[in-house]
């Protein structure tokens, strides 16, 4: 009786037996496909990162040299300009030793003049007529000295307006 019982509790067992095993089976099958599915997205996920990555770093990359070509620009402007201010400045320093060389002379020529003078009178008429033309000359001399100082002016800081432009636009273009 006891190999009977042994032999209908194994009997009974069977689907038992059948069904862990099946449930066994199942759940080796759902961690595998689920174990393959986490991998595969894990890998999707890694190489979409990496390409982000590599993205990102051309455009770091990119930018630095963009901006780093905008800075030398930037300086060259800075040299072109004050290189157009001494070349201005020095015309201008010329000038005005120029005027002060002329009327020097004019002065010393008047002043014989006055001293060869035979009157009073003469002396007078000597001083008016190099009074006027001193006065003229000085209000050439003043308005040359100061377009020459605008166009100066103008000149030096072109090159800063052109280079302030197209950094403006340059920084301001991927905010757009």
Do not use: W
Not at 40 to 61: G, I, L
Not at 152 to 173: D, F, G, H, S, Y
Request: cysteine-free; aromatic content about 6%; glycine content about 4%.
């Amino acid at each position: 009786m006891t190999t009977k019982k042994t032999a209908s509790a194994q009997e009974a067992l069977k689907p038992v037996e059948a069904a862990v095993n099946s449930g066994k089976e199942t759940v080796e099958a759902v961690l595998k496909v689920s174990a393959d599915a986490a991998t595969k997205q894990y890998e999707q996920a890694f190489s979409m990162t990496k390409e982000q990555v590599e993205k990102s770093s051309n455009m770091a990359f990119k930018s630095y040299d963009e901006f780093s070509d905008l800075g030398k620009e930037n300086l060259n402007a800075v040299v072109t300009s004050g290189s157009t201010f001494a070349k201005g400045f020095e015309a201008i320093s010329k000038e005005m030793m120029s005027f002060t060389q002329s009327n020097m002379e004019a002065g010393l020529a008047m002043t014989k003049k006055m001293l060869g003078a035979k009157n009073l009178q003469e002396v007078t008429d000597l001083q008016g007529e190099y009074s006027r033309g001193q006065f003229d000359k000085f209000l050439a001399e003043t308005a040359k000295l100061s377009e020459m100082s605008m166009q100066t002016a103008n000149e030096t800081v072109a090159p800063l307006q052109t280079r302030a432009q197209a950094t403006i636009e340059k920084v301001m273009k991927p905010a757009a």
